[in-house]
Each structure stands twice: as C-alpha cells, then as structure tokens.
C-alpha cells in the first residue's frame, strides 16, 4: 500500500538551532515527491519537488533532499516566522497524491 | 494573480440536504484535485481529475461527486452530507507537465449537523 510516515509528529526548537524533518514513504513507482508549507487556517504552500535520488532543492533556511526511501527537509538557523505545519506528498502512477500527516514546527525566540 | 477560489468559505448545513462546493483556477492547469483535511488524518484526497471530462477517485471518495466540464472549474458535490463530512476542504491545481506547481484554495469549512 502507498504510504507517507512524516516524523517528528512536533517539533520545537530555539530561534537558531537547526534541525530535520523526515518523510518517508513506500510508492511503486514515485513520479514526485512534494514539499508544503502550511499555516494555521490556510491553505498548504507548495516549497520542493524532488524527482530523483540525490536530488537537493534550497530556498532560504530550508533544504529538501532524497533518497530513495526518505526526505529530509534541514531547517538552517530557524526563526519564529519559520514556525508552521511542514507536509510531504508523493505522487503515484495514475496520478493520485498522497500526503503525511505533518510535522508541527515551533520556533521561539 | 494565479489564483484557486473555492465557495463558500464557510457552510453550516443538515444531514441529507444537497450543497456544492465550487472551485476554480485561472492559471490554465490541467489536474485539479479536493482534499479534506481532519485533525490527526491530515489531508486526504478526494477525487482528482487530469484533464476535462476525466475524473479519479482519491482515497476517500465516498459520499462525494464531482464533475469536470471545463478546465478552470472543478465543483465538489455533496448529494447528501452526513456529519461525518464535517470537514475543512481544499481545491488544488496542479501544473505537472514541466515543472511541478501545486497551488491551494483557502479552504471551506463544513459543519453539517
């Protein structure tokens, strides 16, 4: 069966100390595999795709990597404004998407 | 802009009575998709469509209908909600041709009582 495990569930960290997120995940065939970002009472905000293994994706603090059975999403010197739910998505044949339930980042000053 | 915009932002209905959620985009995607987002399940798609006139069944289709005639709208019907459809809902489009670009509705909050 298709599957996301994202890990930690939350996750609170000091303004500064950086961390990772995992997602992994089991998909016969992957065609993509997603990074969001997601407010509270929002919308997710697309970040990363990854296609391949060994494949890295950078924007600001964060940096998506893969490998063929797991994505890590580094958070490099984190602020508050960085605190928010993380979601990871794959893509399977046929089309269908199928999300992680999330990683709760908090951020403190 | 390149925007998703759904309808209505906020519903409170009851069991068994009919509703539609409305849904499009202006940025010409091909693949559009719903969502229902429940506290601890995360989201969960729906159903999803590719192009016009061609619609699949994401993981938790039942109770749910939805129809694509055009390509910028992609309305959710609700033929007799339950309250176990009391949800928060998303529409999404999706650019997969190329470069990957996946953008959200701001979301419909259902209640049905």
């Known amino acids: 069966e298709d599957q996301v495990t994202q890990s930690p569930e939350a996750l609170r960290l000091q303004e500064g100390e950086s961390s990772s997120l995992n997602c992994s995940y089991t998909?016969?065939?992957?065609?993509?595999l997603f990074w969001y970002r997601q407010d509270p009472g929002k919308g997710p905000e697309f970040l990363f795709t990854?296609?391949?293994a060994g494949e890295e994706k950078e924007k600001e603090r964060l940096k998506a990597t893969l490998t063929k059975k797991e994505s890590f999403l580094h958070i490099t010197a984190p602020k508050p404004e960085d605190s928010a739910t993380y979601l990871c998505?794959?893509?399977?044949?046929?089309?269908?998407?199928?999300f992680g339930q999330g990683t709760e980042l908090s951020v403190k000053p | 802009e390149a925007q998703v915009t759904q309808n209505p932002r906020y519903l409170i209905t009851v069991t068994g009575k009919k509703l539609t959620v409305t849904c499009s985009q202006n940025?010409?995607?091909?693949?559009m998709s719903w969502y229902r987002q429940d506290p601890g399940l995360g989201l969960r798609q729906i159903y999803y469509s590719m192009n016009v006139e061609v619609t699949d069944k994401g993981d938790v289709p039942e109770g749910y209908k939805v129809s694509r005639k055009e390509k910028r709208n992609f309305p959710l019907i609700l033929e007799s909600p339950s309250p176990n459809q009391t949800s928060l809902y998303f529409c999404?489009?999706?650019?997969?041709?190329?470069?990957?670009?996946?953008?959200f509705g701001p979301g419909t909050r259902l209640t049905v009582t």
């Open positions: 998909v016969s065939g992957l065609r993509g």
């Open positions: 999404a489009s999706l650019q997969w041709i190329g470069a990957y670009e996946q953008y």
């Open positions: 990854l296609y391949s």
């Open positions: 940025m010409n995607h091909e693949y």
């Open positions: 998505a794959v893509q399977a044949p046929g089309g269908k998407l199928i």
